[in-house]
T-cell receptor, first 111, second 113 residues
């Protein structure tokens, strides 16, 4: 079955540093979604990418989808303690209503 | 405020008992989903429903059952047949467009002993 690989699994950075999280699929993605989760809580939708080469930004977070629509990256500029949490990528499978998710990247930002 | 509610936040049950988790949304979304989240395994799809009175099995439906009698509600029953029911359960909904993002509830942590 189609899977999403996320890397790294965990990340500890000093406040103010930039960081990147990657999400890779072996197949073309129908739509790529980034979510943030605080431990023990639900997922908060961040951004959606659909077209190859697409890039979106919200505040200090930028997400990109490569031209082949098989890899996405999430970049945080000048990280803050409020960015801490678990970041998950999700994707549609072949135009159906089913989604698949990566295993998540746990981010800790040291003040 | 529009959103998805799940109740209760924490649930404890004895082995052999069925338990029902509640999920309600007032976003007017057609599609609703149930996921199970375990440490290190990401989210796994249990059931999903695209329309009232219709639902499909996800990847790990064994030991679970659902109903979709109302657009707003999609309760999940964890039966005694589920071998490892202790987990964090998340409900989500989306518009009936293939490109739509999902909106998630706060989750229910079920512990079965």
């Amino acid at each position: 079955s189609q899977e999403l690989e996320q890397s790294p699994q965990s990340l500890i950075v000093q406040e103010g540093k930039n960081l990147t999280i990657n999400c890779t699929s072996s197949k073309t993605l129908y739509g790529l979604y980034w979510y943030k989760q605080k431990y023990g809580e639900g997922l908060i939708f961040l951004m959606m990418l659909q077209k190859g080469g697409e890039e979106k930004s919200h505040e200090k977070i930028t997400a990109k989808l490569d031209e082949k629509k098989q890899q996405s990256s999430l970049h945080i500029t000048a990280s803050q303690p409020s960015h801490a949490g678990i970041y998950l990528c999700g994707a549609r499978t072949s135009g159906t209503y089913k989604y698949i998710f990566g295993t998540g990247t746990r981010l800790k930002v040291l003040a | 405020d529009g959103g998805i509610t799940q109740s209760p936040k924490y649930l404890f049950r004895k082995e052999g008992q069925n338990v029902t988790l509640s999920c309600e949304q007032n976003l007017n979304h057609d599609a609703m989903y149930w996921y199970r989240q375990d440490p290190g395994q990401g989210l796994r799809l249990i059931y999903y429903s695209q329309i009232v009175n219709d639902f499909q099995k996800g990847d790990i439906a064994e030991g679970y059952s659902v109903s979709r009698e109302k657009k707003e509600s999609f309760p999940l029953t964890v039966t005694s047949a589920q071998k490892n029911p202790t987990a964090f359960y998340l409900c989500a909904s989306s518009m009936e467009r293939v490109t739509s993002e999902q909106y998630f509830g706060p989750g229910t942590r079920l512990t079965v002993t």
